[in-house]
């Protein structure tokens, strides 16, 4: 079982439509939690990262759910530039280690 | 005025040889990492450096060897190319537990031919 799972989409999307992202984690002792972005053949950038009582970052809203071992990702009013791949993150307890998803691809469609 | 330079951005070679990637950043981070990003863009940890020691490695071939010469640079190089080695490979830094998470690199897409 992978670490960090999430589904490959393709999730295509209006501009100006909300999408949400989910994935789940196997390790109930991470702390750490981000999600990442990554546009075709470039590296992953961070985008945000993931707090137990929600953040929010503009149009992105990050959430966590502990108790379900998942982490959310919402973009809301979605523009063309938002087409990517979003990748779920989690640490691995006790080392300076991430583990990163297979990323859910998105396409904002004009 | 890159964070996390890699060199070279791309690397075509045979099978059979020997090559290096370079890794420099100047965010004075005290951990460097090496991912390996497939064919199917999963990312997947190779090795770490903190103050110029190994403090993971990842089941790896032993054809693979970091070399961290300071905190700055972490290299990576590669005996014995196969085919299967042809990836992207990603150098990354952190500043001590990975809280913030890492900043990457843009990346070496390399191919065995």
């Known amino acids: 079982r992978k670490e960090v799972e999430q589904d490959p989409g393709p999730f295509n999307v209006p501009e100006g439509a909300t999408v949400a992202f989910n994935c789940t984690y196997s390790?109930?002792?991470?702390?750490?939690f981000f999600w990442y972005r990554q546009d075709c053949r470039k590296e992953p950038k961070l985008l945000m990262s993931?707090?137990?009582s929600g953040n929010e970052d503009g149009r992105f809203t990050a959430q966590l759910n502990r108790a379900s071992q998942y982490i959310s990702l919402l973009i809301r009013d979605s523009k063309l530039s938002d087409s990517a791949t979003y990748l779920c993150?989690?640490?691995?307890?006790?080392?300076?280690?991430?583990?990163f998803g297979t990323g859910t691809r998105l396409t904002v469609i004009p | 005025d890159t964070a996390v330079s890699q060199t070279p951005k791309y690397l075509v070679t045979q099978m059979g040889n020997d090559k290096s990637i370079k890794c420099e950043q100047n965010l004075g981070h005290d951990t460097m990492y090496w991912y390996k990003q497939d064919s199917k863009k999963f990312l997947k940890i190779m090795f770490s450096?903190?103050?110029?020691?190994?403090?993971i490695n990842e089941t790896v071939p032993n054809r693979f060897s970091p070399k961290s010469p300071d905190k700055a640079h972490l290299n990576l190089h590669i005996n014995s190319l196969e085919l299967g080695d042809s990836a992207v490979y990603f150098c990354a830094s952190s500043q001590g537990a990975v809280d913030y998470g890492y900043t990457f690199g843009s990346g070496t897409r390399l191919t065995v031919v």
């Open positions: 390790n109930s002792a991470s702390q750490s």
């Open positions: 993931v707090y137990s």
């Open positions: 993150v989690s640490d691995q307890t006790g080392a300076n280690n991430l583990f």
């Open positions: 450096y903190n103050n110029k020691e190994l403090i």
